[in-house]
Nanobody, 117 residues
Framework: QVQLVESGGGLVQPGGSLRLSCVAS????????MGWYRQAPGKERELVAQ??????NYADSVKGRFAISRDNTKNTVYLQMNNLKPEDSAVYYC????????????WGQGTQVTVSS
């Protein structure tokens, strides 16, 4: 059984920073792409940042403020979020293409990020 568990969300003032973490655990043979999505109330889930084959991909709204990174030794992906804005408030989800016997896209349960003064 594979699990993705996010942590690091919370309440932060505008201009502040947060670092999200997502740890993959279970009978993992390999992890391919990893990424972060977010979903605000009443809106569709959207891509925030993605790591695919060593390349990064960011939503235009977070370029220059957010940075995705990965520690393969810990099966962990991070999202460093700087200069946060109220419009960044959402539930943030990580996902990963993980190979056990076949490759499946897994999702975490989400972590709430609220940017407010």
């Amino acid at each position: 059984q594979v699990q993705l568990v996010e942590s690091g969300g919370g309440l932060v003032q505008p201009g502040g920073s947060l670092r999200l973490s997502c740890v993959a655990s279970g009978s993992i043979r390999s992890i391919n792409a990893m990424g972060w999505y977010r979903q605000a109330p009443g809106k569709e889930r959207e891509l925030v940042a993605q790591l695919v084959g060593g390349r990064t991909n960011y939503a235009d709204s977070v370029k220059g403020r957010f940075a995705i990174s990965r520690d393969n030794t810990k099966n962990t992906v991070y999202l460093q979020m700087n200069n946060l804005k109220p419009e960044d408030s959402a539930v943030y989800y990580c996902n990963a293409d993980i190979t056990v016997w076949s490759t499946t896209l897994y999702w975490g349960q989400g972590t709430q990020v609220t940017v407010s003064s």
